[in-house]
């Protein structure tokens, strides 16, 4: 399978943990989006990447949240003292030379309990 | 009022049927549309993409986007039970570093009736 890949696919944790989520894009796609989506809702934007810099984020995303791409492959989505509010499905997609196309992930689902 | 703006269903039609699927949307800086296809609890599948007014066609789906009016539709022909899913519009623009993040629509959940 050569699709982005996203790890964990599930993470329960208690209000206050800090959770960290993986993800893998699509091989030599250099852009690297993360979105998060709740019930109902379509995926909101949080934060882009090509290759190693972040080029952009969103306001949704706050002090507690974090994103790095060290290496520009791989990802990570870093959520501190976590919140109720932050159960939703985390979302990565990458895109390549078509930039405007992006293919997503399978999500991770968050549950804060 | 959400950038991109999506009735969020269900619709339900019967097998065979043509679908329409419709979003409008308010960014005039928004350039490329698409559709994505989102099964319960899976990620969005990418259906189609356009950055111009007009049709543009891929088997039993066309997409078409009208720029005057700020609106956007996929029509399914021949609809399939399979083809019961969450589908999502999106648009997007360009900054300094290239295409930026997709904004999304809710999504219309579609029901095919076998």
């Known amino acids: 399978d050569t699709g982005v890949s996203q790890d964990p696919r599930h993470k329960i944790t208690k209000r206050g943990q800090n959770v960290t989520f993986r993800c893998d894009p699509i091989?030599?796609?250099?852009?690297l989006y993360w979105y998060r989506q709740t019930l109902g809702q379509g995926p909101e934007f949080l934060t882009y990447?090509?290759?190693?810099?972040?080029?952009?984020k969103s306001r949704l995303l706050s002090d507690r949240f974090s994103a790095e791409r060290p290496k520009g492959s791989f990802s990570t989505l870093e959520i501190q003292r976590t919140e109720q509010g932050d159960s939703a499905m985390y979302l990565c997609?990458?895109?390549?030379?078509?930039?405007?196309?992006?293919?997503f992930g399978p999500g991770t689902r968050l549950l804060v309990l | 009022q959400k950038e991109v703006e999506q009735d969020p269903g269900p619709l339900s039609v019967p097998e065979g049927a043509i679908v329409s699927l419709n979003c409008t949307y308010s960014?005039?800086?928004?350039?490329?549309f698409m559709w994505y296809r989102q099964y319960s609890r899976k990620g969005p599948e990418l259906l189609m993409y356009?950055?111009?007014?007009g049709n543009k066609e891929d088997g039993r789906f066309t997409a078409q986007v009208d720029k005057s009016s700020k609106y956007i539709s996929l029509f399914i022909r021949d609809s399939q039970p399979s083809d019961s899913a969450t589908y999502l519009c999106?648009?997007?623009?360009?900054?300094?570093?290239?295409?930026?993040?997709?904004?999304f629509g809710k999504g219309t959940h579609l029901i095919i009736q076998p």
């Open positions: 999106a648009s997007g623009g360009y900054s300094g570093g290239g295409a930026d993040g997709l904004t």
């Open positions: 091989s030599e796609h250099n852009r």
């Open positions: 990447f090509q290759n190693e810099a972040q080029l952009e």
């Open positions: 356009t950055y111009s007014s």
């Open positions: 997609a990458s895109s390549g030379a078509v930039q405007e196309t992006q293919y």
């Open positions: 960014n005039s800086a928004f350039q490329y």
